[in-house]
């Protein structure tokens, strides 16, 4: 188990390297133009606040020095300071990624309850009208596209819910004045995102299960004698749950970086209106942070699904 975890860890930290080379490359090397115009959005600056520029940011060094000081910045957490906001990029980072977690956090839960239930229901019952309309509406949902559906949601609610926004600002700062607040703004978010994430989970569990219903200890559960509740919950659904627990910790990262076009319809003030500002505004410093965080956290969670795999699939500790 230590040599596996050992192993996993070391290609996550070769894949953090080579996304931490990919981001110098991207923002530093094949973005066009002059570096200064980009901070400054074209505003005219006079040469001497040009070169003054070029040396407070790095860019006036050979392009191996800049990359040896973008290294040692990222290895002291300094991930430079954002041109828009006039802080540095790791902060205005902490402060979005509550607000983040808090929306993928509760819409993975609910994705993955309501995925699992609807998926072992289908299965079970495949060919019916539930397996048939529920199938169906998942794969309308999952081929619908996120910021449509979350502009659809806001046409048909209109006054409703917050169309933006966390809290409202006069609203009490006690706690639970806060927490019904920011429950009544994330109910469209969630909805959107839950919505196109949750078909999924219901799609291959449905598929898992329907191949695990053929299998030869089912047919021995059923030959003991158990009922088919008992052989469905204690012999079928655990061996199905793998390819979807498996699927619920690869597509969570993916989650929080997908959750961009949700936010930015919402103004939910999380990392992906975050990264849609620096995009706007050409905050290069900004976009590399976002993009190194949103990165990171798909290779985190590709290292949990792994390591998770390894605990409940006996298969996996054997090979």
Do not use: C
């Amino acid at each position: 188990m230590l040599r596996y975890t050992a192993t996993k860890l070391g290609a996550a930290l070769v894949s953090l390297a080579l996304i931490a080379v990919l981001g110098f490359v991207l923002f530093r090397v094949l973005i066009p133009g002059d570096p200064v115009r980009i901070l400054t959005r074209g505003a005219p600056v006079t040469p001497e606040g040009a070169d003054a520029l070029r040396r407070q940011y790095g860019f006036d060094l050979p392009l191996w020095q800049q990359f040896l000081r973008y290294a040692g910045n990222l290895l002291h957490g300094d991930l430079g300071t954002s041109a828009q906001f006039k802080v540095p990029v790791a902060q205005k980072i902490g402060e979005r990624v509550g607000p983040t977690l808090l929306l993928v956090g509760v819409a993975t839960l609910i994705a993955v309850a309501l995925g699992l239930w609807l998926g072992t229901r289908s299965a079970w019952r495949r060919g019916s009208r539930f397996d048939r309309v529920s199938t169906g509406i998942a794969l309308t949902l999952w081929s619908a596209p996120t910021f449509w559906l979350g502009l659809l949601l806001l046409s048909v609610t209109r006054g409703l819910f917050p169309s933006g926004g966390i809290t409202y600002p006069d609203t009490p700062p006690d706690f639970w004045s806060q927490a019904v607040d920011t429950a009544h703004h994330m109910v469209l978010p969630l909805i959107t995102l839950v919505a196109v994430v949750y078909a999924q989970y219901q799609l291959v569990m449905r598929s898992s299960l329907v191949e695990e219903m053929h299998a030869d200890h089912l047919l021995t559960a059923r030959a003991k004698g158990l009922r088919d509740d008992r052989v469905r919950r204690h012999h079928a659904v655990p061996n199905a749950l793998l390819p979807t627990v498996t699927l619920v910790f690869l597509h969570l990262g993916l989650v929080v970086s997908g959750a961009v076009t949700v936010e930015t319809v919402f103004s939910w003030p999380g990392l992906g209106l975050l990264t849609y500002e620096a995009l706007r505004f050409n905050d290069v410093f900004l976009l590399q942070g976002t993009f190194l965080v949103l990165a990171a956290a798909v290779v985190a969670m590709n290292l949990l699904a792994d390591l998770l795999y390894r605990v409940l699939d006996p298969r996996v500790r054997a090979a």
